[in-house]
């Protein structure tokens, strides 16, 4: 895992203890799972693309089934702006406005993170509530839902959950 994106796999857990409840053990991290790999019409990942593990590294595709309040599902394209601290705006308009308000403080999320001042990085971190509102559509930042790419968070996976499995070497 990239080191800069700790602080933001950490507020994935916060998110899903509020969401789902505590972990079943301390320090226990999530476990990343597809929902809806590329569109509701591609749920299943494409061993065949690239991306999944570095090239020729052997994995496994888990296909499981789980309790859906055992499952935080989130838009994965907007994850990114969690991963990044970037501010997710609800229109163009809005970002613009916040980006100008920071530059008139002096301030960036673009070159500190996180920011110091408690009032502006608490609006970046409550604007990335978004990620989780999955019929949110906006034509610069989110598709709509059957066009999502949606990644699913759970505390563990248990083998009763799984249904099927393939082994395969990344591209």
């Not at 507020?11 to 929902?35: E, H, I, S, T």
């Not at 499981?64 to 394209?77: G, I, P, Q, R, V």
Request: charged fraction near 30%; include cysteine.
């Amino acid at each position: 895992m990239e080191e800069s994106w700790v602080s933001a796999y950490r507020w994935m857990a916060d998110q899903m203890k509020k969401r789902l409840g505590p972990p079943p053990y301390a320090d226990c991290f999530p476990v990343w799972a597809w929902y809806q790999w590329e569109s509701a019409k591609r749920k299943r990942p494409d061993l065949r693309a690239g991306g999944h593990l570095s090239k020729n590294e052997r994995g496994v595709r888990i296909d499981f089934e789980c309790h859906e309040n055992a499952a935080l599902l989130s838009d994965f394209e907007l994850w990114h702006y969690v991963l990044n601290y970037w501010y997710l705006p609800e229109s163009e308009a809005y970002g613009e406005a916040f980006e100008a308000e920071l530059e008139r403080e002096g301030l960036s999320f673009f070159k500190t993170k996180p920011l110091l001042h408690p009032e502006y990085h608490e609006k970046i971190v409550r604007s990335w509530d978004k990620i989780f509102a999955l019929d949110w559509t906006e034509p610069d930042f989110a598709s709509p839902r059957d066009q999502k790419s949606i990644q699913s968070t759970v505390w563990q996976l248990k083998i009763d959950q799984v249904r099927s499995y393939k082994h395969f070497k990344s591209r």
